[in-house]
């Protein structure tokens, strides 16, 4: 015989988690919204007062999320990037410190999947070119590049959390393999041999090999010119 009470309870329950469920969704996708405003700010290039105000609320919006939820990590990101091209010097500070407390969360939080950890990675790798954009060799050439000593900082600072998060991945994995290879490009540009030369080190021993051929393969043909 069925308990109707018993049946009645289990559908009281059912729609109770149904309900719960699209509140939850309905909340995630006003917080999409939320950063998506913030990344369409920034785009835009304003640098009013009114949006730093629309930034700030929308901030503090995200900032009630998880350490390890992307959506927090680009908001972060939002603000440094705002106060880079507004030359606030004291708020653009102020944002980095938040962004450099916030990454030393994130890197240390548990279970990111490898998604989460590149996604974070490249947020970081994006940042660090307004400050002192990466360098890509090109074919038969190497170039010394200049750069403001305090830029070199924080774009270093945050090249190196990027590699903190890459460093999470397999030792195998190849953008973390590529991210080693880069860092030590980007180094090279800009004449900091010895770090160029302790990265490199940290690479030989992810591939287990020093031999240059291994450590710095050459680039496949471009399709379009047959030339690496």
């Given at each position: 015989?069925?308990?109707?009470?018993?049946?009645?309870?289990?559908?009281?329950?059912?729609?109770?988690?149904?309900?719960?469920?699209?509140?939850a969704n309905k909340h995630s996708e006003e917080?999409?919204?939320?950063?998506a405003e913030m990344d369409q700010l920034i785009g835009e290039n304003k640098t009013d007062a009114k949006t730093e105000e629309t930034l700030?609320?929308?901030?503090?919006?995200?900032?009630?999320?998880?350490?390890?939820?992307?959506?927090?990590l680009r908001a972060k990101v939002a603000m440094v990037r705002f106060y880079a091209k507004t030359k606030n010097a004291e708020r653009g500070a102020k944002a980095q410190a938040q962004l450099t407390k916030y990454m030393n969360e994130f890197i240390s939080s548990s279970n990111l999947p490898?998604?989460?950890?590149t996604r974070g990675a490249v947020e970081c790798d994006n940042l660090a070119d307004i400050f002192v954009v990466?360098?890509?060799?090109?074919?038969?050439?190497?170039?010394?590049?200049?750069?403001?000593?305090?830029?070199?900082?924080?774009?270093?600072?945050?090249r190196l959390q990027a590699l903190a998060l890459y460093d999470r991945l397999p030792a195998n994995n190849s953008v973390r393999l590529d991210a080693h290879r880069n860092i030590v490009f980007w180094y090279r540009h800009y004449g900091h041999d010895t770090a160029a030369k302790a990265q490199t080190d940290i690479l030989a021993k992810?591939?287990?090999?020093?031999e240059p051929e291994k450590l710095f393969p050459a680039p496949p043909?471009?399709?379009?010119?047959g030339m690496g």
């Open positions: 015989m069925i308990n109707k009470r018993l049946v009645g309870s289990l559908l009281s329950a059912g729609l109770l988690l149904s309900i719960l469920a699209a509140v917080l999409d919204q939320v950063c700030q609320k929308d901030m503090a919006i995200l900032d009630t999320l998880s350490v390890s939820d992307i959506r927090r490898d998604s989460v950890l990466r360098f890509y060799p090109f074919r038969g050439r190497d170039v010394k590049g200049k750069a403001d000593a305090r830029d070199f900082a924080v774009a270093e600072g945050l992810l591939i287990g090999s020093n043909p471009c399709p379009a010119c």
